[in-house]
C-alpha cells in the first residue's frame, strides 16, 4: 500500500517536529513494513512508509531530484510507467527502475498536466522548495486516500486519520454538520470527515498550497458521459483492449 506524511509548522522546533513524524510514521507501519524515511528542511518534513512492489532494491522514498530541489512522497502504482519512462528518457537520465521516478520526471518536465497520462491508481505530495510550493492529488476514482488538515499557517497530510492526528498539535473536533451527513445519507460528503477543518482530497483534484496562503484544490479529470451507438459486442471488444493497454 504505502504511506504519505507531510508537516509543516514553523510554531515548533525540528527537534519536536521531527519526533510527531517519526511516531505518524510507526502509525503507518502496516502500510509500508519493508521500509520508511522521512526528508526534513526547517519547518517542514515529509515521510514515506513503504511496501516494496517495483525496483524492490530502490526506488526509496521520499525521492528527491538530483538537485534536491523537488521532493515526492508517492503511494500507488503507474500501469503504463515503460511508456512514459522511454518517452522522458530524452530529457532525464534515471537511475531507478521503477515507477516512482517515472513520476518525479513527469511532474518536473511537464507539471501538472502530466496527471492527464497516468494509467493507475495514486496519491502523492510534491514538494518544491524552490517556490515553496505543495502539490497534493490522487488518481481519478480516489483508489489511495489522502487526508490533510490546516491549522493557521499549519498543513499537515497524511494517508490515514490516525496518523494525521499525530502530526497536529491541535486537539480536533467534531464536525456536527458532517454526522448529520453520516446519519441522513449512510457516509459522510465528498471531502469531508468526521472532524472539523480535516478534509479529504477530492479523487482527480489537485490541491496546491503555499505557507501562508489558503489551500486552492481544483479538478484534473471529470467523468465524461455519452451515448455509445454501437453494438454489445463492439463495446466489450473496446473494453477488452482498454484493459490490455492497462496491463501493459
Not at 105 to 129: P, T
Not at 240 to 245: G, I
Amino acid at each position: 500500500m504505502c504511506g504519505i506524511l507531510f508537516i509543516h509548522n514553523a510554531r515548533i522546533e525540528q527537534s519536536v517536529l521531527q519526533a510527531r513524524l517519526e511516531r505518524a510514521l510507526a502509525r503507518l507501519t502496516h502500510r509500508g513494513p519493508d521500509e520508511s524515511g522521512s526528508w526534513f528542511k526547517d519547518s517542514l518534513g515529509i515521510g514515506h512508509v513503504r511496501l516494496s512492489i517495483l525496483d524492490l532494491s530502490s526506488s526509496r522514498q521520499p525521492m528527491t531530484d538530483p538537485s534536491s530541489r523537488y521532493v515526492l512522497s508517492y503511494n500507488g502504482e503507474i500501469y503504463n510507467y515503460h511508456r512514459l519512462r522511454k518517452e522522458l528518457e530524452e530529457q532525464w537520465t534515471f537511475t531507478t527502475q521503477g515507477d516512482t521516478e517515472v513520476l518525479l520526471a513527469g511532474l518536473i518536465i511537464q507539471g501538472e498536466s502530466f496527471l492527464q497520462r497516468l494509467e493507475g491508481m495514486w496519491a502523492f505530495c510534491f514538494w518544491d522548495s524552490q517556490t515553496q510550493t505543495l502539490l497534493l492529488a490522487r488518481d481519478r476514482m480516489g483508489k489511495k486516500p489522502l487526508f490533510y488538515h490546516q491549522s493557521g499557517e499549519t498543513l499537515t497530510c497524511a494517508s490515514e486519520l490516525p496518523a494525521l492526528v499525530t502530526l497536529d498539535e491541535s486537539r480536533w473536533q467534531e464536525d456536527l454538520d458532517s454526522s448529520a451527513d453520516y446519519l441522513r445519507y449512510g457516509y459522510y460528503l465528498p471531502g469531508m470527515t468526521a472532524y472539523q477543518n480535516v478534509r479529504e482530497v477530492l479523487p482527480g483534484h489537485i490541491l496546491r498550497w503555499q505557507p501562508g496562503s489558503d489551500i486552492r484544490q481544483q479538478a484534473y479529470w471529470s467523468l465524461k458521459v455519452g451515448t455509445f451507438h454501437g453494438s454489445k459486442q463492439q463495446a466489450q471488444e473496446a473494453l477488452r483492449e482498454k484493459l490490455v493497454d492497462a496491463v501493459r
